[in-house]
């Protein structure tokens, strides 16, 4: 039984002891069947009129993985939107904190606390350096960490990586344990990983707003990735990665909101 006051080490054994199964083809297979819960109504089922169509609504509609991209050259400005519009600075707000600056975000985040930050893996993306970028939400800028190829070094480790080689991007989501769990003790990986999830559904509709398919990941060797982009072992760790480009199909994407 663990103490109470250690805050770390019961989320810390599951997030080291959580590596992908060893099954690599159940992250390929497409043959597993949806199951959905049926439950017994104590009244009549009541029928929800159809949704309204909006700009978020079909954005959603059209966002779907994109398992094949064509080697074309990704303009910055969509980048940037990209990751501006999915975890960058978008206000200021000086009656929290106790009258301290708080620098929000435009996803929730438990007790205002952000744990994540943003690796982007790039190729072929305009004015970008091919290699290894850290996102500074502050500056909103692109750090660079590795100069040239990056993407070789992250084959063996994505799951996925036949489907994305030709991507634009790959960004990693990696979370800083000690920033939620200094609050909420074991607790705040979850919230963590609750975060990592919003993050990427931003993304994901940015994306399709330019035109761009995403394909979001959570198959991968946790270790060897997370040396790969450098990160402190035990404090900092890959929780979540999107891989963005242009679509290799010319798939129609129609609205239908029944």
Known sequence: ???????????????????????????????????????????????????????????????????????????LSSLSAMLWGSYGITRTDNTLLGGSLALLRPVPSAGGLFPLEIYVATQRVEKVTDGLHHYNVRSHVLEPLTVGSIFPALKPHLF??????????????SAVFHRTQKKYGPR??????????HVAQNLCLLAVEQGLGTLCMGGYSDGELNQVLGLAPLQEGVIYSVAIGWPAFSEPLTISLV
């Open 1 to 75: 039984m663990l103490p109470f006051e250690d805050e770390t080490s019961l989320s810390l054994l599951y997030h080291l002891n959580s590596e992908p199964w060893g099954n690599v083809e159940a992250y390929q297979s497409v043959t597993y069947e949806v199951e959905y819960k049926h439950v017994t109504p104590a009244a009549p089922p009541l029928a929800l009129p159809p949704p309204p169509e909006s700009e978020v609504t079909r954005l959603a509609n059209m966002r779907r993985s994109c398992r094949a991209y064509e080697p074309k050259t990704l303009h």
């Open 160 to 173: 996925m990586y036949p489907a994305i080689e030709h991507s634009n991007a790959v960004v990693f989501l």
């Open 188 to 197: 705040g990986y979850r919230y963590a990983l609750l975060e990592a999830g």
